[in-house]
Structure formats: structure tokens, C-alpha cells
């Protein structure tokens, strides 16, 4: 079952970088500038604390209401329930995550076809979470467009 999540979370990825470049392509929208690495932090922490927030309230579309209308095209209420409905059925605390410093696996970026991406994880225990963000500039903000979030057992350091 977890395999299952996990392939359509990549198939997500996937699709909504797609969408994110025929979007970006259409509209002709210029170039936005790279946040720095505490923006970009910023922006995380605020993606993960939605995210806690709506799998504490059992509901995902407090979350799915915070994306880029190119990912609600591509992913329906249900679809985005059933790739993350773990986190529900688990009742996963997430909020301790959004109290640390999130570390990043590269610095954050813009592709060719200005989706943002941000990935790395929160250095948390017993579990770390990892997080692969793809985000458009829309509305002037930074909306999801891409989602991956991971819970792996941290390795520990003795």
C-alpha cells in the first residue's frame, strides 16, 4: 500500500511539473527571483504547517485549497485524499517538524519553467520528515504545485 502512495506521489510530481511549465509557457509570466535560503525556509515551514493542520482537522482539502489551480486540474479531492490518507489514518503529528530548521538537500531553485523547488527534510526524531516541494508563483505567492512528504526513521548519530 505505501508502494502504491508512493508512486502516485511521484506521478504527481511529475504531472504537476508538467502543468507547471504549459502554464508558465502560456501565460508568458516573467521569471520570478530565487528566495533566499530563510525565505525559502519560510515557505516550508508554512507548506508543512498547512499540511499538519489539515491532517489534524481529518481533512485534506484545508490543504488541496492552498495549491495552484494547475495541481487542482490534475489531482482531484479524492485522488489527493487517497495518496495521503496515511497521514490521517495514523493521526500523524507533523507540528514538531515546522519547529525546526528545515535542512535542504540543494539550494533552492527555479527550473527552466519557474517552478520552485524545494527539497530536503526536517532533521526530527524518531522519525525525519522529508519533503520534495515544487511550487508557482501565483496571486503573488508561492503555491504548490508538487508534493512529496515522507516520514523515515532518523539514523542515529552514536
Do not use: C
Amino acid at each position: 500500500m505505501h508502494t502504491k502512495n508512493t508512486i502516485f506521489i511521484l506521478l504527481a510530481l511529475l504531472i504537476g511539473a508538467a502543468a507547471g511549465y504549459l502554464a508558465a509557457t502560456t501565460l508568458n509570466v516573467p521569471p520570478k527571483p530565487v528566495p533566499t535560503p530563510s525565505a525559502a525556509a519560510q515557505i516550508v515551514k508554512s507548506t508543512t504547517l498547512a499540511f499538519a493542520d489539515a491532517v489534524k482537522a481529518g481533512d485534506l482539502s484545508l490543504f488541496r485549497s492552498r495549491t495552484s489551480a494547475e495541481f487542482k486540474k490534475q489531482f482531484s479531492h479524492e485522488q489527493f485524499n487517497q495518496a495521503f490518507k496515511g497521514f490521517i489514518t495514523q493521526k500523524t503529528n507533523l507540528y514538531p517538524a515546522v519547529k525546526t530548521k528545515p535542512i535542504f538537500y540543494a539550494p533552492p531553485s527555479i527550473t527552466a519553467d519557474g517552478t520552485l523547488l524545494l527539497r530536503g527534510h526536517f532533521p526530527t526524531r524518531p522519525s525525519m520528515v522529508l519533503f520534495d516541494y515544487g511550487y508557482v508563483w501565483r496571486d503573488e505567492k508561492w503555491k504548490i504545485t508538487q508534493i512529496s512528504l515522507t516520514l523515515k526513521p532518523a539514523v542515529s548519530s552514536q
